[in-house]
């Protein structure tokens, strides 16, 4: 959740003038609205959170959609932590909202679960253009038992190995293709004085991105389905342990330094460091580009700033053009309401547009559709955008970061848990006995 809104505040900085203009189209915030023709259900409810890049964009859609004068839309949007506990509070009362923001995974599953949310899978066979619109591994973390119960709202956000081009020149070595490659770049840079990898560690969601990576090239995407599923034995599965005794051993071989505990990305820490050539790594999400152009400028410019997927592993049974990361954000519309089938209708019609797709492309994001990659092409940042796409377009599997996939308790436990892990104050198999206590 703070990884988007860092990312998308980083898009917004960066791509000032196109979201500035589209916002004088009439987004107001949090008591933004807009009507068209008459209704006899009132407004449709339409909730999310304040971006000064998203507002603009959904505003934009809920103006297009009210054309058609059949509806009245209303937009209102809340800081994070005012969203969470407003939604929770509000949801299976008759003041929950018609269409509503969340994150996909664990967040949207605890609403499906207790029925609060509409299904949508009938709706899209009925309108097979919508339902083909999306990339199929984004569009997946809006499931829950198989079924949609939301639609990508926004840019996708894979994690990526970005790496200093000059440091890397300095040291004659080639980004690394395999996880061989990557230990023997560590090794080198080390030898030079170089940290190999910025790391965060301060904060245990910059730590878990190893793990997400390792087990999915170690055991396959389905190796943490089984977690998300509550499988017995998940946490404690062979391909488990490995990542996390991975993990554990990048940290011992001095992989990260030896003050990673103490830096902080929210500061720009581990970026800053990349960024300067003290480090010659970084993995982080794709909201580290727009920072890295808002921060460190003349790193950009200069053409040093280069990117990369995460390594294979050999023997493992994972497939190396899978990703991780936060697929997207996601709007779904809540059940049982006079409002249903409407916002059923705007959801659909609306994020499917390719009008909304390209205000996603003015704003710096990357739609989560198909078929945009010559408009990317042409858009600002267009190398990292069309990279980007590409990547996550040819991905089997996109796996959701498993601090959202998971109930907020476990999301909690696990990254307190990874920062033990990566200090040694904790094994493998502890780690595993204490996840697998966490429901």
Not at 181 to 199: E, S
Not at 211 to 224: A, H, M, N, S, T
Request: a neutral charge.
């Amino acid at each position: 959740m703070r990884r988007h809104s860092r990312w998308m505040r980083g898009a917004g900085c960066l791509f000032a003038t196109a979201v500035l203009a589209m916002a004088a189209t009439g987004c107001k915030g949090s008591d933004s609205k807009n009507s068209g023709g008459s209704g006899s259900s009132g407004p449709v409810q339409v909730w999310a959170l304040q971006d000064p890049s998203n507002q603009p964009i959904i505003q934009a859609g809920i103006d297009a959609y009210g054309k058609s004068g059949k509806s009245k839309l209303e937009l209102q949007t809340f800081t994070n932590d005012a969203y969470k506990q407003k939604l929770q509070v509000s949801m299976g009362s008759p003041n929950a909202p018609d269409v509503f923001f969340n994150w996909g995974g664990g967040n949207l599953a605890q609403y499906v679960k207790a029925g609060q949310v509409a299904d949508l899978t009938d709706a899209l066979a009925k309108n097979t253009e919508a339902a083909g619109a999306f990339l199929p591994s984004v569009l997946d973390v809006g499931k829950v038992d198989g079924k949609q119960y939301g639609l990508p709202m926004n840019g996708i956000q894979p994690v990526v190995l970005y790496y200093n081009k000059k440091v890397f020149s300095d040291a004659g070595v080639q980004p690394p293709k395999t996880y061989d490659d990557l230990l023997a770049a560590v090794d080198r840079f080390k030898a030079k004085g170089v940290i190999p990898i910025a790391l965060a560690g301060s904060q245990g969601w910059t730590e878990l991105m190893y793990l997400e990576y390792l087990l999915d090239r170690v055991g396959g995407p389905g190796k943490f389905a089984d977690i998300v599923a509550g499988k017995d034995g998940a946490w404690k599965d062979p391909a488990v342990i490995k990542a996390l005794s991975m993990c554990q051993e990048l940290a011992k071989r001095g992989a990260f330094g030896a003050n990673f505990s103490s830096i902080n990305y929210d500061n720009t820490g581990s970026s800053k460091l990349l960024a300067t050539g003290k480090a010659a790594m970084h993995l982080m999400g794709a909201w580290d580009y727009p920072s890295q152009v808002n921060n460190n400028p003349d790193f950009v410019k200069a053409g040093n700033l280069g990117w990369t997927e995460f390594p294979s592993v050999a023997g493992g049974s994972g497939d190396p053009k899978d990703v991780v990361g936060n697929p997207s954000n996601y709007f779904s519309v809540r059940s049982g309401g006079k409002n249903t089938d409407t916002a059923v209708d705007f959801v659909i019609k609306t994020l499917s547009s390719s009008a909304y797709s390209d205000d996603l492309i003015k704003a710096g994001q990357v739609p989560a559709v198909k078929g945009v990659e010559s408009k990317l092409a042409s858009s600002p940042s267009a190398d990292f955008a069309v990279w980007t796409y590409q990547l996550v377009s040819n991905a089997p599997s996109f796996t959701q970061s498993w601090d959202q996939a998971l109930s907020p308790a476990a999301g909690t436990e696990l990254n307190a848990n990874m920062q033990k892990l990566f200090l040694s104050q904790i094994t493998p198999d502890a780690f595993a006995d204490a996840m697998a206590k966490v429901k």
